[in-house]
């Protein structure tokens, strides 16, 4: 399998590592990947022959303009380049996530299955906003379109979604689906620390960006909501349709009665079913024990899927990080390669 990458950030150099850690297992189990590209948003990397992994990892540990590598690397290579040679057969998109435009994501993403390439994302934006139409070129050109990572990373909420519940109806999804968010809470009730405090630990140990916005403002698990509702219920619905809130306003007042009552709190997304109407929104809840996410703690995440055939499934938990990440995104490749359908 001949692979272009799309996006050298923390996601981009962990999947090639993984790559390299993983090689013979690989092809132990019948799949040998070659990465010919690595492109960033300065030019890139282009050897027909296959890059060497374990030598661009080395140099782009301290180097960060990719093109700069000595075999192959160009400051003019472009994604064009990718279509034009017609000699990769999956690309990995991995480029910043644009919850307005999906850019460039989305264009590479539809060029890429409109050339006959099957695509894996991490991307998020290109999926939220144009699932359907990127589903629908995918089938007419015979490609697959694996986006497990857009969900949860390690989680495998897509999957067990369209393969588990396949069948079914899903009446309803639930989900903690932040790990920021909920490691942040969870700092506050075991070391009664006010919320600026449990934040900062959270950027200290860098599980929350220096711009934390994205996170506690509920708009990473809004979006995850979304392209899990547009996946397993077939909607094309927008973040218009989504009533979102964070975690900015929470108190240890509010952790206190929380705990007195048994209960924890947690930044719950929501979608429900009603007859022809879904009711979607991310909110902070109060939950008791016998919820099924109740023991969803720090970085950990989970989904609750209802439905009317199938009943309820819950999953919990998967490594968290950019090498839980890339190992979602190989999930995907490999699946692909042993012939699982993704659209």
């Known amino acids: 399998m001949n692979i272009a990458l799309l996006g050298c950030g923390g996601v981009g150099k962990a999947f090639i590592r993984l790559l390299q850690e993983k090689e013979r297992q690989l092809m132990a189990q019948g799949l040998c990947i070659s990465l010919k ?24 540990a301290s180097e960060r303009n990719i093109f700069k590598y000595s075999i192959g690397g160009n400051p003019n290579l ?42 894996v994302t991490g991307n998020k934006g290109p999926i939220m906003l144009a699932y359907k139409k990127l589903k629908d070129l995918a089938k007419e050109n015979s490609v697959q379109l694996g986006i497990g990572c857009t969900t949860g990373g390690a989680l495998p909420t897509i999957n ?11 009446l309803s999804i639930e989900g903690v689906l932040n790990g920021t968010t909920n490691f942040i809470i969870q ?10 405090e449990a934040l900062k630990t959270a950027q200290d140990l860098g599980i929350a960006e220096t711009d934390p916005s994205y996170d506690i403002e509920g708009w990473d698990t ?32 509010d952790i206190i009665n929380a705990k007195t009552k048994g209960r924890k709190l947690k930044l719950i997304g929501r979608t429900v079913k009603d007859g022809e109407k879904l009711d979607m929104y991310v909110t902070l809840e109060e939950i008791d024990p016998s919820h099924p996410l109740y023991g969803v703690d720090g970085k950990n995440k989970g989904v609750t899927y209802i439905s009317d055939t199938l009943g309820d499934l819950t999953i919990i938990g998967g490594a968290s990080g950019t090498k839980a990440a890339a190992a979602s995104i190989l999930r995907d490749i490999v699946n692909i390669d042993k012939g699982y359908k993704f659209v």
């Open 78 to 119: 472009s994604f064009e380049d990718i279509i034009s040679n017609k000699d990769v057969d999956m690309l990995v998109e991995l480029t910043p996530t644009n919850k307005d435009t999906g850019e460039p994501g989305l264009s590479h993403i539809t060029q890429a299955l409109k050339n006959g390439i099957n695509v």
């Open 222 to 253: 809004a979006i995850k909501m979304l392209i899990l509702v547009n996946v397993l219920m077939g909607e094309e619905k927008t973040l218009k349709d989504i009533n979102v809130s964070g975690i900015t306003g929470i108190t240890r007042k």
């Open 187 to 196: 700092q506050m009730e075991e070391k009664a620390i006010d919320y600026q």
């Open 37 to 60: 590209y690595v492109l960033s948003s300065k030019g890139g990397v282009y050897n027909p022959q296959g890059i060497d992994k374990a030598d661009f990892l080395e140099f782009a």
């Open 160 to 170: 067990a979604g369209l393969m588990d519940l396949a069948g079914s109806e899903i």
